[in-house]
């Protein structure tokens, strides 16, 4: 699935974009500060970011102003992985730096945020009153006995009250975490009684696709169940009273106090967030405050060259990492929007009607989306005034090649397509947006600055234009300081060391062109390997689903007793579509021709629909154990799939075909 060796890119910065990129500034700062390449480019940037991993950690702070309130000792004590030591002897604040733009008075009263319901209604908070509340709130989490290190929990939907809430319990210097209230209350306690919160932000429910959904039962069980808290603080989403016990959001915001930020050290927690855990009780990863900060001014000021003229929106909820990095906007004096909300109601075309409305210039959302779009017929740039857009940004799974055509086609000629790829584990990208780079179709621009991105074969060796296994041979900042309850770190040097020691290896297939591009292949743990050639899911996914009648599908690679190899196709169709030997053909001979004959499916499958995590990927490895056998009890955490009753068909075929 490489490119030619130089095709014309879809989408080429002209010399003004490029000269007024933040990053181009940076570089010529840092050419001249710092011992930075002047020339080159991008290119000649991103290697001494990696070669000078030091220095350009430390030019990243003192860029973007990072408040220490305590010097550090120097940049890197240790570069060992895991345990890399960043930045020891500083202290400093997240929540301060979130909030720093509330302290000039020509951008007090603008907004920090605009909230956006399924009304589409922009309603603004101005920073001047989100540091207010978060002031208000700090002083009441201290009144309540909430101290650094103590864990502050949120189980809400993205609204300004959940974004106040991690800035107040990061000015305490308490750890936040978060799940969205779409989650059941087995979700959620899967989650929260690892790391056994003190306090519980809750809403009495939501409103979905028009309507709404009363969350008073499953709080009410969160309370029987989380033993520790000392608190419960009730916001009234729907209008309801808050419950015996409970204290009134208005209450707990309504001071006038000067916020008091914790000084911390650099590797002090910030968040927990939660691996998908579809195979056991999800991953608790801790990151840290000074990691988070550095990393997040780096991708969001420099890769997404954002800034206080934007307006950022990412479709996200608080239980995917996405939303972290949405409100890390701050940092850089962004407006942020948050949207509560379904992607597509009252039509798949809602999201575009939301950048327009809120004039979003940087619009982030998922690739799904984006090919849900081209299959509905939507015609956003027709429909709705998309001129303040500058970049169409997407993750969660690759951005096909059509997608990208369709965005280009639909939205703007001259818009800048920004796919990224990274992940939970690190709350940032690996590879993806770099303003001053051409795009190329199905390609992510470059590896991120700070980011020695490789791909490794499964010897150790570095490969350029093949297929290798995504592996970062660099600590970066932001990569988890340990996992909760984790006292010897063998479930963190599992997860990402074992393969490769001393090397982060992730668990993706990456292609690195020779122009430094980078193509996502999909998850390394779902591999198809069809007599020794290998191949990611995701390139199955982005052929089958160009055909109008398959909804969505999933594939499955599997090694059998014998020595065979099984491989389905399971479809999940579009309405009025049949699985008749006309269409089997057709799926065989779009994979025979897109991609590889040894790759077309042993059996094409009609299911009912395809099962998710929570956050919407496709759950591969939990159906492979189902079709060898694995009871569906062991097989997956019940608490971590979007839809579990569609697990018991792929169940009931593994016992048929026993």
């Known amino acids: 699935m490489t490119s030619a060796a130089n095709p014309a890119p879809l989408w080429q910065p002209d010399p003004e974009r490029i000269a007024a990129a933040k990053v181009t500034r940076f570089q010529a700062w840092a050419a001249e500060r710092h011992g930075a390449p002047a020339e080159g480019g991008y290119a000649a940037l991103h290697r001494w970011s990696v070669e000078e991993l030091e220095t350009f950690w430390a030019a990243v702070a003192e860029w973007f102003d990072v408040r220490f309130s305590t010097p550090y000792e120097r940049v890197l004590a240790d570069p060992a992985m895991p345990g890399a030591r960043w930045f020891p002897g500083a202290a400093l604040n997240y929540a301060e730096h979130a909030l720093r733009t509330a302290e000039d008075p ?8 605009l909230h956006v319901d399924e009304t589409h209604e922009p309603t603004p908070i101005s920073w001047s009153e989100l540091r207010r509340q978060v002031g208000a709130l700090a002083a009441e989490l201290r009144a309540l006995g909430v101290r650094p290190g103590d864990r502050v929990s949120g189980y809400l939907p993205n609204i300004p009250q959940a974004v106040a809430a991690l800035l107040a319990t990061a000015a305490v210097g308490a750890v936040w975490t978060s799940c969205a209230p779409d989650f059941g209350a087995r979700s959620v306690l899967d989650r929260f009684q690892q790391v056994e919160p003190v306090v519980l ?43 015996e016990g409970a204290l009134d959001w208005s209450a707990v915001t309504a001071g006038d106090v000067e916020p008091v930020f914790e000084q911390v050290p650099f590797d002090h927690p910030l968040w927990v967030l939660y691996s998908s855990g579809t195979t056991g009780l999800p991953k608790a990863i801790v990151q840290s405050q000074g990691g988070i900060l ?21 479709y996200t909820s608080t239980g995917w990492m996405m939303w972290n990095f949405l409100v890390s906007g701050l940092l850089t004096g962004t407006t942020v929007v948050l949207y509560d909300g379904s992607p597509g109601y009252p039509d798949t075309g809602a999201q575009w009607r939301i950048a327009e409305r809120t004039g979003a210039t940087l619009y982030g959302t998922s690739a799904a989306y984006v090919m849900a779009c081209r299959k509905a017929d939507v015609h956003p740039a027709r429909d709705f005034d998309l001129s303040r857009v500058r970049c169409v940004a997407t993750t969660g799974s690759p951005l096909p090649p059509d997608g990208f055509r369709w965005l280009h086609d639909e939205v703007a000629d001259d818009l800048w397509i920004a796919s990224v790829s990274g992940g939970t584990d ?43 296994e995504l592996v970062v ?44 591009s980078v193509v996502i292949h999909g998850r390394s743990d779902s591999t198809l390997n069809r007599q020794g050639v290998r191949m990611g899911s995701a390139d199955i996914y982005e052929a089958v689903e160009r055909l109008p009648e398959i909804k969505e599908s999933l594939v499955i690679g599997l090694e059998e007793p014998d020595g065979g190899y099984w491989m389905p196709l399971f479809v999940h169709l579009a309405p009025g579509a049949t699985l008749d030997d006309a269409l089997r053909a057709r799926i065989k001979q779009t994979i025979r021709e897109q991609l590889s004959p040894r790759h077309v499916p042993d059996d094409i499958i009609e299911v009912p629909g395809v099962p998710h995590t929570l956050t919407g990927k496709r759950i591969e490895v939990p159906v492979k154990r189902l079709l060898q056998g694995t009871a569906l009890a062991k097989a997956v955490n019940p608490g971590s799939v979007d839809n579990l009753e569609l697990l018991s068909f792929y169940e009931e075929l593994a016992r048929k075909r026993a």
């Open 106 to 113: 020509a951008r007090a009263h603008d907004a920090a945020l």
């Open 426 to 468: 690190v709350c940032s990208c690996f590879a993806g947006a770099v303003p001053t780079l051409p795009v190329h179709v199905g390609e992510l621009q470059a590896a991120c600055l700070g980011t020695d991105l490789q791909s490794w074969d499964p010897q150790g060796k570095p490969l350029t234009g093949e297929v290798g």
């Open 473 to 516: 041979a660099n600590p970066m900042p932001s990569m988890p300081i340990r996992f909760w309850n984790d006292p010897d770190g063998s479930r963190y040097r599992d997860s990402y060391f074992e393969m490769f020691p001393g090397v982060w290896r992730h668990g993706d297939w990456i292609t690195i062109t020779d122009r430094g």
């Open 201 to 243: 932000f809750t809403v009495d429910g939501y409103r979905y696709g028009g309507k709404e959904h009363d969350r008073t039962k499953t709080v009410a069980e969160l309370r029987r169940e989380l033993p520790t808290l000392r608190a419960v603080v009730h916001i009234p989403l729907l209008g309801t009273e808050a419950p």
């Open 294 to 314: 550095l990393e997040h001014f780096k991708q969001l000021g420099l890769h997404c060259d954002l800034g206080p003229e934007d307006r950022f929106f990412w």
